[in-house]
């Protein structure tokens, strides 16, 4: 399941197909093991309470049709037709859908945003030309601020149904799968084996997420293969033995006979009928695992099938078995001999189906992380060759214990598939919703056509959401309590955030005062390399000035580094680094600027630090080759030939060079890319460049020639300056900060910095324990925000 295989092709047909069946066949195990093992809860959770099963089969026939057409437009129509090729460079996912709105609208609420972020080979748009109805849209959206922070909050509130999805499916998948045992025990000794055999499969499955889905990921398919192949196998056997009219049951006359009998019933049983598509939300989700063609197979010609059979064979023999009305469940419809078997099946299919969603709950808190919507937390690794697998100790362990509270708790399955229906449904308005604005801004379709599927797959979507809903105290309270708490988590981190960005922004100090310090100031530079962490892609940090009042000394090798988010699933390595100079070349100051997208992996301390170490290197030696101020001579007059044109270069393994000029505006919204230096104009250079093929840890420094001119011999000290300060060692220099609401602030604005925001700080992880800095090469400033 690597990504870049998924996305390769071969060039011959044959292996093209050949690659394509087995990323289908690899895409069972992880994209469609929830919807997979949703037969088992569906009708048992639609006659649950709200209609019963009656001797005309209209009630079952009813749900047959509903379940049948909802399979079809939601995920068939919808999701493998349409919101599939709404992917971000081969990514799918709310967070997907929102970056390509922020690469074609200007909505983002992240705050230091640059132009050169434009020139990533990810960040790609649409080439179709601009329609004037789409500019029209777009225009809408960035002339009003409020609707960028409600887009926001639209997305963290998909966000937060999935993470409540990820509590709700374990505890309803496994539940459903353990409860049939109520077929071989007594009503008294079921009650009392199911909770605990639920929730040891539980403790077990979150126990074994610290190794990883790769380590197991092997068995994941052949399962939901094995699974598949089983439910439509007693499908088929259950329409040809029992009722083999049942397909009549298909046409979408039986929903309006449904309807006509069940009226105001009928409707409130939608609430477990949705329970069918559960899952379907996935298929985009794990897009940049597989491929388009690889997931529309998997569904079309498999999954999709086998769903429809294994409903259709259960209500084929309800139709026929009456006296089971009060216990409708899966396993009734299963011959007694193959019970045990099957039992053993759906046990491990709910496994896999968990697993699943656990999974896409850590790659989406991580995401949000990312763009500065969540609080730290751990991100583990799991494999070095599969792409996105990881592993987030504190999320992992409460996942555990909220999904053992939900079993325990609501112990039916009614109230579980209440609330998880409704986060499903929450979830499908989200995408809904975000795809109708990728139609008309990034396909640049006529908003008639986005209006169409807004309406059209929105008004199904309410349908159902609206059934849920009414559920409130039924269950439905759950999904809405727990998206309300996040969401208030993740708006208040980002808002805390932005807000000490602005601080950071307006208290910034001057080049001129860093150049100033000296000697004659009692200011020395001691060996080694200071890494300054800012979030500013321009001019000096405030807590740098903090710094050196307090302690009047700083290394002589003087690197100020961003690390920033973009709005693209990730940044190629070779585009990863932005460096350049802070002041002339004697005072050994550089900035770096280092971008990643929203799926990327971080690097660890010591491996980032040997490879800014030598995209360093490569950087001055380009930077010496390259007259610095030959472009602006051009254009200055004599006068101003001193002042100096700083740029930042892109240092990577690129295939081809390329320099683009780019007018700065350093507001709130837009960053500069240059560093506010003394010069003609504000203007900053991106250039790619070449740097040696093989990469290593400590750069090399040829042997002095006597011939060497003055601008080699320059570049040649300050390589052997570099060297020496990273032989000398390198500190961190990171700010410990406090924030506190400005006097005069709302009494919500206090609440939610002075106490909200500084809960969760001292709460989750440092800057230091994120990049898993070493306490001896570490430095804290102090620093108090007041926003």
């Not at 409707?267 to 794990?286: K, N, Q, R, V």
């Not at 969540?374 to 555990?400: A, C």
């Not at 001019?539 to 000394?553: D, H, K, Q, Y």
């Not at 011939?707 to 300056?721: A, G, H, I, N, V």
């Given at each position: 399941?690597?990504?870049?295989?998924?996305?390769?092709?071969?060039?011959?047909?044959?292996?093209?197909?050949?690659?394509?069946?087995?990323?289908?066949?690899?895409?069972?195990?992880?994209?469609?093991?929830?919807?997979?093992?949703?037969?088992?809860?569906?009708?048992?959770?639609?006659?649950?309470?709200?209609?019963?099963?009656?001797?005309?089969?209209?009630?079952?026939?009813?749900?047959?049709?509903?379940?049948?057409?909802?399979?079809?437009?939601?995920?068939?129509?919808?999701?493998?037709?349409?919101?599939?090729?709404?992917?971000?460079?081969?990514?799918?996912?709310?967070?997907?859908?929102?970056?390509?709105?922020?690469?074609?609208?200007?909505?983002?609420?992240?705050?230091?945003?640059?132009?050169?972020?434009?020139?990533?080979?990810?960040?790609?748009?649409?080439?179709?030309?601009?329609?004037?109805?789409?500019?029209k849209?777009?225009?809408?959206?960035?002339?009003?601020?409020?609707?960028?922070?409600?887009l926001?909050?639209?997305?963290?509130?998909?966000?937060?149904?999935?993470?409540?999805?990820?509590?709700?499916?374990?505890?309803?998948?496994?539940?459903?799968?353990?409860?049939?045992?109520?077929?071989?025990?007594?009503?008294?000794?079921?009650?009392?084996?199911?909770?605990?055999?639920?929730?040891?499969?539980?403790?077990?499955?979150?126990?074994?997420?610290?190794?990883?889905?790769?380590?197991?990921?092997?068995?994941?398919?052949?399962?939901?293969?094995?699974?598949?192949?089983?439910?439509?196998?007693?499908?088929?056997?259950?329409?040809?033995?029992?009722?083999?009219?049942?397909?009549?049951?298909?046409?979408?006359?039986?929903?309006?006979?449904?309807?006509?009998?069940?009226?105001?019933?009928?409707?409130?049983?939608?609430?477990?009928?949705?329970?069918c598509?559960?899952?379907s939300?996935?298929?985009?989700?794990?897009?940049?695992?597989?491929s388009?063609?690889a997931i529309?197979?998997?569904?079309?010609?498999?999954?999709?099938?086998?769903?429809?059979?294994?409903?259709?064979?259960?209500?084929?023999?309800?139709?026929?078995?009456?006296?089971?009305?009060?216990?409708?469940?899966?396993?009734?419809?299963?011959?007694?001999?193959?019970?045990?078997?099957?039992?053993?099946?759906?046990?491990?299919?709910?496994v896999?189906?968990?697993?699943?969603?656990?999974?896409?709950?850590?790659s989406?808190?991580?995401?949000?992380?990312?763009?500065?919507?969540?609080?730290?937390?751990?991100?583990?690794?799991?494999?070095?060759?599969?792409?996105?697998?990881?592993?987030?100790?504190?999320?992992n362990?409460?996942?555990?214990?909220?999904?053992?509270?939900?079993?325990?708790?609501?112990?039916?399955?009614?109230?579980?598939?209440?609330?998880?229906?409704?986060?499903?449904?929450?979830?499908?308005?989200?995408?809904?919703?975000?795809?109708?604005?990728?139609?008309?801004?990034?396909?640049?379709?006529?908003?008639?056509?986005?209006?169409?599927?807004?309406f059209?797959?929105?008004?199904?979507?309410l349908?159902?959401?609206?059934?849920?809903l009414?559920?409130?105290?039924?269950?439905?309270?759950?999904?809405?309590l727990?998206?309300?708490?996040?969401?208030?988590?993740?708006?208040?981190?980002?808002?805390?955030?932005?807000?000490?960005?602005e601080?950071?922004?307006?208290?910034?100090?001057?080049?001129?005062?860093?150049?100033?310090?000296?000697?004659?100031?009692?200011?020395?530079?001691?060996?080694?390399?200071?890494?300054?962490?800012?979030?500013?892609?321009?001019?000096?940090?405030?807590?740098?000035?903090?710094?050196?009042?307090?302690?009047?000394?700083?290394?002589?090798?003087?690197?100020?580094?961003?690390?920033?988010?973009?709005?693209?699933?990730?940044?190629?390595?070779?585009?990863?680094?932005?460096?350049?100079?802070?002041g002339?070349?004697?005072?050994?100051?550089?900035?770096?600027?280092?971008?990643?997208?929203?799926r990327?992996?971080?690097?660890?301390?010591?491996?980032?630090?040997?490879?800014?170490?030598?995209?360093?290197?490569?950087?001055?030696?380009?930077?010496?080759?390259?007259?610095?101020?030959?472009?602006?001579?051009?254009h200055?007059?004599?006068?101003?030939?001193?002042?100096?044109?700083?740029?930042?270069?892109?240092?990577?393994?690129?295939?081809?060079?390329?320099?683009?000029?780019?007018?700065?505006?350093?507001?709130?919204?837009?960053?500069?890319?240059?560093?506010?230096?003394?010069?003609?104009?504000s203007?900053?250079?991106?250039?790619?460049?070449?740097?040696?093929?093989?990469?290593?840890?400590?750069?090399a420094?040829?042997?002095?020639?006597?011939?060497e001119?003055?601008?080699?011999?320059?570049?040649?000290?300050?390589?052997?300056?570099?060297?020496?300060?990273?032989?000398?060692?390198?500190?961190?220099?990171?700010?410990?900060?406090?924030?506190k609401?400005?006097?005069?602030?709302?009494?919500?604005?206090?609440?939610?910095?002075?106490?909200?925001y500084?809960f969760?700080?001292?709460?989750?992880?440092?800057?230091?324990?994120?990049l898993?800095?070493?306490?001896?090469?570490?430095?804290?400033?102090?620093?108090?925000?007041?926003?």
């Amino acid at each position: 399941m690597d990504l870049d295989h998924g996305k390769c092709w071969a060039n011959s047909k044959k292996d093209s197909w050949r690659t394509t069946l087995l990323l289908a066949y690899q895409s069972l195990g992880v994209v469609y093991g929830d919807l997979s093992i949703s037969p088992l809860y569906v009708y048992k959770s639609t006659f649950a309470e709200d209609i019963h099963h009656s001797e005309t089969n209209e009630e079952i026939f009813g749900v047959l049709s509903f379940i049948f057409w909802t399979l079809t437009l939601v995920p068939l129509f919808k999701y493998v037709f349409i919101v599939l090729r709404a992917d971000d460079n081969g990514e799918g996912g709310t967070f997907a859908l929102y970056s390509s709105i922020c690469r074609h609208a200007k909505v983002s609420l992240l705050p230091n945003r640059q132009v050169a972020d434009e020139l990533l080979s990810t960040y790609k748009l649409e080439q179709s030309p601009d329609r004037e109805y789409s500019s029209k849209v777009r225009m809408l959206l960035e002339k009003y601020k409020f609707l960028h922070t409600a887009l926001l909050i639209l997305v963290l509130l998909g966000t937060c149904m999935v993470i409540g999805d990820g509590i709700l499916t374990p505890a309803i998948s496994v539940f459903s799968a353990v409860s049939g045992l109520e077929l071989s025990m007594s009503k008294d000794h079921h009650q009392y084996a199911v909770i605990p055999i639920t929730c040891f499969i539980l403790v077990c499955l979150f126990a074994l997420q610290h190794y990883g889905t790769h380590r197991v990921g092997s068995f994941f398919a052949p399962i939901v293969l094995l699974w598949l192949i089983c439910i439509s196998a007693l499908g088929l056997y259950n329409i040809i033995w029992w009722n083999p009219h049942v397909y009549q049951a298909l046409s979408p006359y039986y929903m309006l006979k449904f309807f006509r009998k069940t009226k105001k019933q009928g409707w409130l049983s939608l609430g477990g009928i949705l329970l069918c598509i559960t899952g379907s939300e996935a298929m985009f989700a794990d897009l940049g695992h597989f491929s388009y063609a690889a997931i529309q197979i998997a569904f079309t010609f498999l999954v999709y099938p086998a769903l429809i059979l294994a409903y259709m064979g259960q209500a084929a023999y309800l139709s026929k078995h009456h006296q089971n009305a009060d216990s409708i469940s899966y396993y009734v419809s299963v011959p007694e001999s193959l019970r045990w078997p099957v039992l053993a099946i759906a046990i491990l299919a709910s496994v896999v189906g968990s697993q699943a969603i656990i999974s896409g709950t850590f790659s989406i808190i991580n995401q949000s992380q990312s763009l500065s919507c969540f609080p730290r937390v751990k991100v583990v690794h799991t494999s070095d060759k599969i792409h996105g697998q990881i592993y987030i100790p504190e999320i992992n362990w409460m996942l555990m214990i909220l999904c053992i509270a939900v079993t325990i708790g609501f112990r039916d399955i009614k109230h579980m598939g209440n609330a998880s229906g409704l986060a499903v449904m929450a979830v499908m308005l989200v995408t809904t919703c975000l795809t109708s604005l990728v139609i008309v801004l990034c396909w640049h379709k006529p908003p008639i056509i986005a209006l169409v599927f807004l309406f059209f797959f929105g008004s199904i979507e309410l349908l159902y959401f609206s059934a849920s809903l009414v559920k409130f105290r039924e269950g439905a309270w759950l999904p809405i309590l727990l998206a309300l708490l996040l969401v208030t988590i993740m708006f208040v981190w980002h808002y805390a955030t932005i807000k000490k960005y602005e601080y950071d922004l307006h208290n910034k100090v001057s080049l001129e005062w860093l150049l100033a310090l000296g000697p004659t100031l009692g200011i020395c530079r001691v060996p080694g390399i200071g890494l300054v962490f800012t979030d500013l892609t321009s001019g000096i940090p405030a807590n740098f000035s903090r710094f050196v009042t307090n302690l009047p000394a700083f290394h002589r090798i003087l690197v100020f580094v961003c690390v920033k988010s973009v709005p693209v699933p990730f940044v190629p390595p070779a585009e990863r680094y932005l460096l350049g100079r802070v002041g002339p070349a004697s005072h050994r100051s550089y900035r770096c600027i280092v971008r990643y997208g929203y799926r990327d992996v971080h690097q660890d301390v010591d491996s980032f630090e040997s490879d800014l170490v030598q995209r360093l290197a490569d950087f001055i030696r380009y930077d010496w080759c390259h007259p610095r101020a030959s472009c602006a001579e051009d254009h200055a007059s004599a006068s101003d030939q001193s002042s100096v044109k700083h740029r930042l270069s892109a240092v990577g393994n690129a295939e081809f060079s390329r320099t683009s000029v780019f007018e700065v505006d350093e507001n709130m919204n837009q960053v500069s890319v240059s560093f506010g230096f003394q010069t003609v104009e504000s203007i900053g250079d991106i250039i790619e460049m070449n740097p040696p093929k093989e990469r290593r840890v400590r750069f090399a420094i040829d042997d002095q020639d006597e011939s060497e001119s003055p601008t080699e011999f320059e570049m040649r000290q300050e390589l052997e300056d570099l060297l020496a300060g990273q032989q000398s060692g390198t500190a961190f220099i990171l700010g410990h900060s406090h924030v506190k609401a400005k006097q005069g602030s709302s009494i919500m604005k206090r609440l939610a910095i002075n106490f909200g925001y500084n809960f969760l700080r001292r709460n989750c992880r440092g800057p230091h324990v994120v990049l898993k800095v070493p306490p001896a090469s570490l430095l804290e400033v102090g620093m108090v925000y007041v926003v």
